[in-house]
């Protein structure tokens, strides 16, 4: 079973950039879709982007696309979200989580979550 230690978090100013690592132990790093999610208070988790085992295909939320890029690397055990050009409405706990099978994109879809990390981008 995969443990996942996400990091990276912090308070940024509109337009500005963070970028979340997320490090995985116990598992095979490689065998896992990896995805990020969000939750800001009183709203539900949704999903930010998601990455394939050795990162050919990946899929963006819609209000992220063009800003937000996942990659990762499996020598490393380690995802990642290189977060640009941030707005408030990005303020959220992050989650990296992990799948035990093929790229999906609904948090429903994932096995294993980590404890997230708080980003909280001020205007």
């Known amino acids: 079973q995969v443990q996942l230690v996400e990091s990276g978090g912090g308070l940024v100013q509109a337009g500005g950039s963070l970028r979340l690592s997320c490090a995985a132990s116990?598992?095979?790093?490689?065998?896992?879709?990896m995805g990020w999610f969000r939750q800001a208070p009183a709203k539900e988790r949704e999903s930010v982007a998601a990455?394939?085992?050795?990162?050919?295909?990946?899929i963006y939320a819609d209000s992220v696309k063009g800003r937000f890029t996942i990659s990762r690397d499996n020598t490393k055990n380690t995802l990642y979200l290189q977060m640009n050009s941030l707005k408030p409405e990005d303020t959220a706990v992050y989650y990296c989580?992990?799948?035990?099978?093929?790229?999906?994109?609904?948090?429903?879809?994932?096995?294993?979550w980590g404890r997230g990390t708080q980003v909280t981008v001020s205007s």
């Open positions: 116990g598992g095979t790093f490689s065998s896992y879709a």
């Open positions: 989580a992990a799948r035990d099978g093929g790229l999906a994109f609904s948090r429903y879809e994932y096995d294993y």
């Open positions: 990455i394939s085992w050795f990162g050919a295909a990946t």
